[in-house]
T-cell receptor, first 113, second 113 residues
Framework: DSGVTQTPKHLITATGQRVTLRCSPRSGDLSVYWYQQSLDQGLQFLIQYYNGEERAKGNILERFSAQQFPDLHSELNLSSLELGDSALYFC????????????FGNGTRLTVT | GEDVEQSLFLSVREGDSSVINCTYTDSSSTYLYWYKQEPGAGLQLLTYIFSNMDMKQDQRLTVLLNKKDKHLSLRIADTQTGDSAIYFCAETPESTAGNKLTFGGGTRVLVKP
């Protein structure tokens, strides 16, 4: 158990809908990351937060947004969902914002029908 | 640019050693990581090596780093059926902001009894 908790584990929704994925980092970790894993794109970095502030941005679509709250948990919001958004979404956390290992949650599997 | 390459598949007999190879492009990477993903699970941090090291050993795992050739390998001694999984190497390019990891495409390891 990595100590990173993601909910829900599975999510099935229709195209055009909006969903929110939630992540609680390991105790003491200040940095949270979101990754998308799909068969054709592999593991893609979406966004990183450190102590509530956005730190780095990757291949995140404009339809997607995230935030990190004062209690350090994070949410990833996906809107106007398309079939191609079906993927496994991972959250990871680390102690610092640089040079520290990332510990991953078990992911949320999103299926858009 | 950032690019991490791995072979797709490795088949090994139980009890033999496995060697998984990875090449990366960013010579300024400070840390290099190996993660393991079992079916339906998240990414488990196996081990990592700092860029000023050549080798790191952790029980059955040995990581070798050749900075000149930008080559990283993971050796698993006495491979067990429970080692069947996808193994990802990842780098932390210094050229990027934050601490985001760039992952290879993963090597699927199949351990045959």
């Amino acid at each position: 158990d990595s100590g990173v908790t993601q909910t829900p584990k599975h999510l099935i929704t229709a195209t055009g809908q909006r969903v929110t994925l939630r992540c609680s980092p390991r105790s003491g970790d200040l940095s949270v990351y979101w990754y998308q894993q799909s068969l054709d794109q592999g593991l893609q970095f979406l966004i990183q937060y450190y102590n509530g502030e956005e730190r780095a941005k990757g291949n995140i679509l404009e339809r997607f947004s995230a935030q990190q709250f004062p209690d350090l948990h994070s949410e990833l919001n996906l809107s106007s969902l398309e079939l191609g958004d079906s993927a496994l979404y991972f959250c990871a956390s680390s102690v610092r914002q640089g040079d520290s290992p990332l510990h991953f949650g078990n992911g949320t599997r999103l299926t858009v029908t | 640019g950032e690019d991490v390459e791995q072979s797709l598949f490795l088949s090994v007999r139980e009890g033999d050693s496995s060697v998984i190879n990875c090449t990366y492009t960013d010579s300024s990477s400070t840390y290099l990581y190996w993660y393991k993903q079992e079916p339906g699970a998240g990414l488990q941090l196996l081990t990592y090596i700092f860029s000023n090291m050549d080798m790191k050993q952790d029980q059955r795992l040995t990581v070798l780093l050749n900075k000149k050739d930008k080559h990283l390998s993971l050796r698993i001694a006495d491979t067990q059926t429970g080692d069947s999984a996808i193994y990802f190497c990842a780098e932390t390019p210094e050229s990027t902001a934050g601490n985001k990891l760039t992952f290879g495409g993963g090597t699927r390891v199949l351990v045959k009894p």
